[in-house]
């Protein structure tokens, strides 16, 4: 296909998409803030692991993307999709120029758990330099869910908003999530600008009612939609740092010595990102940047990771693995990239990600080249160097990301994020693993 005749394609399908979109919105699922999702939205959270998605889904990002089941274009020269993905809702896109390559029920509404979490940071980010420090107080952890993933916050402790960056980053807290929206005038305020932002992300399968994703009554998202949280936050340098830290230093609590005198320790935090940190199951892939994961008892394991191989850039987000085995949602996300490196380029895609509503008005050349939010430090978020700095892991170091290809940052072809134009991803790192 030509590339005028791509041009035409995408333009149509962004077209349809916001025609088809507007009469989808026409339910109340998606304003905000507190908005009520439909009953379909409403059941998809709550439902069993054996629910069949909806007859009707969105079809923002084309007319595929709301049809059930697998959509993919096989053709001759085109691998075959792996047969034993068993997730309910899954998509592989590539993120720059933001073509689905093959997708399964991507508009299903699901319970989204910490991936979530994506969102939340594509909308705070900008608000608070790195630096700014906050004495943490009970009202900010009122309203924490039982059994929810804590990064270890105190009361009565003071932490740097890269700290507590840190905490949501690596080890999904939902305690450092709680403190940031008290930050940004409470959980309510912080839920409905994460609405706002969801919509105008075009992300309209997506209903927040809590921010850290935890499990909550018509709180839903969709494959597609998360997949669109990943590629707007990865716009951010702050975001493409932090979600690539592999471990760092936390600040403790503050206790006296055996001379009395109070002090301050710290203690070393992981990535939960299994495909960033690895595990005894699972390796460390190769070109893999971020992004978030997620796991609760209504979502099940939920998964969008971004990966740079040999000159592309692919998402893929995965939603509630069916096989019950342990790593089962980083197993199939492997699978999904080892096939969208091997088909990008051969294969016809079958929808896009659309832009944000207010990207053709706003961008101009060159625009968020460097991505940094929220008055981010020069240094890198985990110990005073940049994510990208080939850091070892070392008994009294922090190991963060791990080395360079060759040492030296990849800088994608930059400019304006416009509709039918590729939308960069500044300095985003190849790692050799």
Known sequence: MSAPQK??????????????SFALAAAPAFAAPGPKPSASASSSASASASATPPAKMSTVGGARLG??????NLASGVPVLPKDISARSWIVADAESGEVLAAHNAHWRLAPASTLKMLFADTLLPKFPS??????????????????????????????????????????GNDAVHVLSAMNGGVKNTVAEMNEHAEELQALDTNVVSPDGYDAPRQVSSAYDLTLFARSGLQKKDF?????????????????NKKGKKVRGTFEIQNTNRLLSGDSDVDVYPGIAGVKNGNTTNAGATFTGVVEQGGKVLLVTVMNPEKDEHN???????????????????????????????????????????GQAGGASASGPASGKPVAA???????G?????????????????????????????????RRH
């Open 390 to 396: 080939a850091v070892e892991h070392g008994s009294g």
């Open 398 to 430: 922090i190991g963060i990301a791990l080395a360079i290809t060759g040492g030296v940052l990849v800088l994608l072809a930059a400019g304006a994020f416009l509709v039918n134009r590729r939308w960069p991803l500044p300095d985003l790192v190849r």
């Open 328 to 370: 089962e949602v980083y197993k199939e996300t492997a699978k999904l990239f080892d096939w969208g490196f091997k088909a990008v380029g051969k294969v016809e895609p079958v929808g896009e990600l659309v832009p944000p509503k207010g990207a053709e008005a706003s961008a101009q050349p060159g625009a968020n080249d460097a």
């Open 240 to 256: 493409r740092e932090y979600s690539s830290t592999v471990t760092a230093k936390f600040p403790g609590e503050t206790k006296k």
């Open 131 to 172: 630096t700014t420090e906050h004495k943490v107080v009970p009202a900010d952890l009122a309203g924490v869910g039982a059994g929810s993933s804590m990064v270890g916050i105190k009361e009565d402790e003071t932490y740097t908003v890269h700290d507590l960056w840190l905490g949501v980053f690596l080890r999904s």
């Open 67 to 72: 049809q059930a089941g697998t959509q993919v």
């Open 7 to 20: 041009t035409t394609r995408r333009s149509l399908l962004v077209t349809s998409a916001a025609l088809t």
